[in-house]
């Protein structure tokens, strides 16, 4: 059992909710029926199954026959990219995503594009924003499936996704998909407000339970189903479905939708209080300033590795990420940053601090205690390893994704 650690990740993924895990443990315990059997267990399954479809669908604006439970993050927007990518494909096989995805959109991207798609990736400027007029341009009569992100895992910049979807909808059955992963707990999605035809969501990111989440696919339109077996989830999603985890992604949903008047001001202010702690000369915070998800506090430290920043904190008990999305031990680094206009050994020094609803004052007090000393050794560190020419030779080993 871990203990004491000051938890700043929560971008990566939260703590289960003592009410979420409470109303999932009789699903676990005795409600272990198939919702697809036609006895008195199945169909117990089945009501649950059902009303956890309602739940989440009222949340999003939406009605329960337009939501679709799966896996997780990564499942839902792998079945909007690709399912509503090969539904389209008879208008053209043209995708449009935005630079800064993350790679649940581009990997399925990438995949179509062997597939005799095209990939159309649209910029974005130095605060991580997509320009709508931007992204309109790069959509074509032959277009597909238009995808960019609620907001971004790494950065927190929120997208103007109701400019974009208005831009994309201009060309009649291009389908809009936005990414809404990491914004579900902090900003309000109603489907019909954002103008999204597909919208994917994930139940650990929310307090709720991992290995869950949704995908909204607007009423009227066609995907093509990824999985295929039995005619679950009205034929969009095949197996047997996670009945508690679906009650505890809507229980969760809910929770978050019903807090986030107060939670968002409470965590916003925790977030300022990281940042101002860091900013000061050699260190620059990253996304935009005000247009942001309340929770990523995401900065780069000039001449230091945000892993070797990292690895200090967690030996003094805080987890927090680097900023940086690589391949371990290899010298990328974070897309996002790059694409923002980050020099590579700018981007190098990323650190992100995500607080979440249980964080406290006294986490906030004990991280920004611990910051400008694991800077100050990073930067030594860095210092010592510089070769000749100054660049860094012992890069610290790195995460495959940041999540
Ligand atoms: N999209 C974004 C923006 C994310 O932050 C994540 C999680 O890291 C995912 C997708 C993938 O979600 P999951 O971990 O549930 O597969």
Not at 119 to 146: E, I, K, M, Q, S
Not at 157 to 164: D, E, F, G, M, R
Not at 268 to 297: C, E, K, Q
Not at 301 to 319: H, N, P, Q, R, S
Request: glycine fraction near 10%; proline fraction near 4%.
């Amino acid at each position: 059992m871990l203990r004491d650690t000051v938890y700043l990740d929560h971008a990566a993924t939260t703590p289960l909710r003592a009410e979420v895990l409470d109303v999932m443990l009789p699903h676990l315990r005795d409600g272990w029926g198939n919702p697809s059997s036609a006895h008195a267990r199945g169909r117990a399954a089945r009501a649950a199954l059902d009303d956890a479809h309602e739940r989440i669908a009222t949340c999003l604006g939406a009605t329960a026959r337009e939501i679709v439970l799966t896996s997780g993050g990564t499942e839902s927007i792998n079945l909007a990219v690709k399912g509503g990518a090969w539904a389209g494909s008879a208008r053209g096989h043209r995708l449009v995503i935005s630079a800064v995805e993350h790679h649940a959109v581009e990997g399925s991207a990438r995949h179509l594009e062997r597939h005799g798609f095209d990939v159309a990736v649209v910029g974005v400027d130095r605060d991580g924003r997509v320009d709508p007029d931007a992204v309109a341009a790069a959509v074509t009569d032959r277009t597909a499936l238009v995808s960019v992100m609620a907001a971004n895992n790494e950065v927190g910049t929120v997208q103007p996704i109701a400019a974009i979807a208005e831009r994309v909808h201009r060309h009649r059955g291009v389908l809009f998909h936005a990414d809404a992963v990491q914004a579900a707990p902090w900003l309000p999605l109603d489907v019909e407000a954002l103008g999204v035809d597909l919208l994917s969501i994930a139940g650990h990111k929310l307090g709720g339970p991992r290995g869950v989440g949704a995908l909204y696919i607007r009423r009227g339109t066609h995907i093509v189903a990824q999985q295929h077996g039995g005619s679950q989830e009205r034929h969009r999603r095949a197996g047997t479905e996670d009945v508690a985890g679906a009650v505890g992604l809507a229980t969760a949903l809910e929770l978050a939708v019903r807090e986030m008047g107060t939670a968002v001001p409470r965590v916003a202010g925790l977030r300022d209080r990281l940042v101002a702690s860091v900013t000061g000369p050699g260190v620059t915070v990253t996304g935009h300033r005000t247009d942001r998800l309340p929770h990523i506090a995401s900065f780069v430290v000039a001449d230091a590795e945000g892993g070797t920043i990292t690895t200090i904190l967690d030996l003094e008990g805080l987890a927090c990420s680097t900023g940086s999305a690589c391949a371990t031990g290899s010298a990328e680094v974070s897309h996002v940053l790059t694409a923002m206009g980050y020099p590579e050994a700018e981007a190098r020094g990323a650190v992100r601090l995500s607080v979440g609803r249980a964080t406290t004052d006294a986490d906030v007090d004990r991280a920004i205690a611990l910051l400008p000393p694991a800077i100050e050794r990073a930067r030594a560190a860095h210092a010592a390893s510089a070769g000749p020419d100054g660049t860094a030779t012992d890069a610290a080993p790195r995460p495959a994704a940041l999540p």
